[in-house]
Structures are given as structure tokens and as C-alpha cells.
């Protein structure tokens, strides 16, 4: 660690008012650049107790900068990890609110919800889909906090991976029924499709973004809990969104969920 914790919470502080407030600030990378991976997911960490105090509870976990299309969109070349909280998730085909963020942008995600906790070290995709209750769809919105959702690792994971709001809805089904990396996705955007892909653009199988998270928390002494909600990660580029919008994500063999955008 590079940061003290004075610092650190400070840091937490100004990236949750940004949320709250729904303004953008600059990487706190440009004003602490000796700060390491520590210092980073410490923040992210500070974050969380922000929230938790404020009463809110975490919904979920996410995986994020896990396909390649995501990671040469945002020039990073590292998954990152991150939460929700009950704040974030929006009901099937409810609505979000654009007041409420920056400059959101949608990502088609595959969500895991587990049966069984998963720790790494030592954590593969046959430990994952032992652990995993069933696959559905799911769209996550981020919101980067940086100006222009310009960053570099350390600056994204401390600001929690913008993680902001996501939907979950569609057909629940065991990942043993499904093969992973062929599954095909469409998202749409007021009913024009605008991204496409399959599941092995996620690290070649989505469930290695989930056994990356365990690894991850494995090496914090935590452990991805039994019952636990996942996005694994964007399959595709991320789209921008704007009020009047609407999109909805299609998976083969899992149906679709969506949300509007107002
Ligand atoms: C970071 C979050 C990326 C994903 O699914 O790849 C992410 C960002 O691009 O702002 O959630
Ligand atoms: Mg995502």
C-alpha cells in the first residue's frame, strides 16, 4: 500500500459523491500516481462501507474487462472486479433513470447465480459450473465517474469497476444445459440490433470470469458466497445510452431481458 488511510477515504469519498451527484471528476491516478493495485481495490473497499452505512446491501458481484472487445474499447488489458448493491438493479423491463448518471453505457452480460460458495486459489471452470445454480441473462449499465470514461486500471477499479444499475430477467437455466462459449447474444437498441456475439468472448467461457473473481478474492481471504448474483463481464463493445432509449438483450435459449431508459 502506497495511500494512508486518511487518503484512501478521502478518495472513496469524492468518487461516491460523484455517483450521488452524477458528475464526472478526473482519474485519481492523475493526483496519486504511486498508488498500487492495494491502494486501489482498498478504495473500492471504502466505497462498499460508504454504502452499507448509508443502509443499503450488496446485491451482487461483477466481473468486468473480461472479453477482448471491452478491453480494446478501454485500452486495459486486466479483468477487474467489483459489486452492486440493491440500488442498482432495475426490474425486467422496468425503468432507469438518466438523471440519476453520468454518461451511462450498456454492456450484454451473462449473469451466474451460485449454489454452492467458490474460493480460490486453485478455482477453474468445472469448480464453477458445479457451483452454479443457473445462467441468465442480464444487461449491466456502467457509469464511469471519470471524465469522458477515461482510465487506466487502477483509477477503474477503484471507482467500483462503474458499476451503477443492472437487469436480470429472462430464462433461468443450469449452465449443464447449455454450452457457454457457443450461446449467442444480441442487444438491441430501440429495437435495432446493435452488438453481437457469443460467450467465449468472455475469456473463451464466461464461467473463467467467474472463477477469475474466486481466485481474486481467494488472494483476500474471501470467497464468492452460496446464493451470489454475477455479471461475468461485457461479451461485446459497451453502448451509449440516452433518454427515450430502449434495449433489450437477447441469449439463445435464455429469452431476454431489457430496461427503459428515461
Ligand atoms: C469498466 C467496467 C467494465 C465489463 O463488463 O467489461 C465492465 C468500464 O468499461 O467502464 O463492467
Ligand atoms: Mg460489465
Known amino acids: 500500500m502506497k495511500l494512508d488511510p486518511t487518503t484512501i477515504a478521502a478518495l472513496a469519498n469524492r468518487l461516491e459523491r460523484c455517483q450521488i451527484e452524477a458528475r464526472d471528476t478526473t482519474k485519481i491516478t492523475d493526483d496519486h500516481p504511486e498508488m498500487d493495485w492495494d491502494d486501489a481495490y482498498a478504495i473500492q473497499d471504502e466505497i462498499l462501507r460508504l454504502k452499507l452505512a448509508r443502509g443499503l446491501r450488496v446485491a451482487g458481484l461483477k466481473a468486468g474487462l473480461t472479453s477482448f472487445a471491452k478491453m480494446k474499447q478501454m485500452g486495459v488489458d486486466t479483468p477487474v472486479f467489483g ?129 477469475a473473481l474466486a481466485n481474486h478474492l481467494g488472494r483476500r481471504g474471501q470467497e464468492i458466497p452460496a446464493g451470489t448474483l454475477i455479471l461475468s463481464g461485457g461479451i461485446t463493445e459497451a453502448v451509449a445510452v440516452k433518454a427515450g432509449d430502449s434495449v433489450t438483450l437477447k441469449v439463445q435459449g435464455l429469452g431476454s431481458t431489457g430496461l427503459r431508459f428515461v
Not at 178 to 205: C, M, Q, S, W, Y
Request: net charge negative; proline share 6%.
Open 83 to 211: 459489486f452492486m448493491t440493491d440500488d442498482y438493479a432495475v426490474p425486467d423491463g422496468g425503468e432507469c433513470r438518466i438523471a440519476e448518471l453520468i454518461h451511462p453505457k450498456v454492456e450484454p452480460e451473462i449473469a451466474f447465480v451460485t449454489k454452492t460458495a467458490l474460493r480460490g486459489p486453485g478455482c477453474h471452470i468445472g469448480a464453477v459450473l458445479a457451483a452454479t445454480d443457473f445462467v441468465l441473462p442480464g444487461i449491466e449499465v456502467i457509469d464511469s465517474r471519470y471524465r469522458d470514461f477515461k482510465f487506466d486500471l487502477k483509477s477503474v477499479i477503484a471507482d467500483n469497476t462503474s458499476a451503477s444499475r443492472f437487469v436480470v430477467g429472462g430464462r433461468a437455466r443450469p449452465a449443464s444445459e447449455l454450452d457457454l462459449r457457443t450461446i449467442g447474444i444480441v442487444l438491441e437498441k430501440n429495437g435495432e440490433p446493435v452488438a453481437f456475439g457469443a460467450g467465449a468472448a468472455v475469456l473463451g467461457h464466461p464461467a473463467a470470469a467467474i472463477a
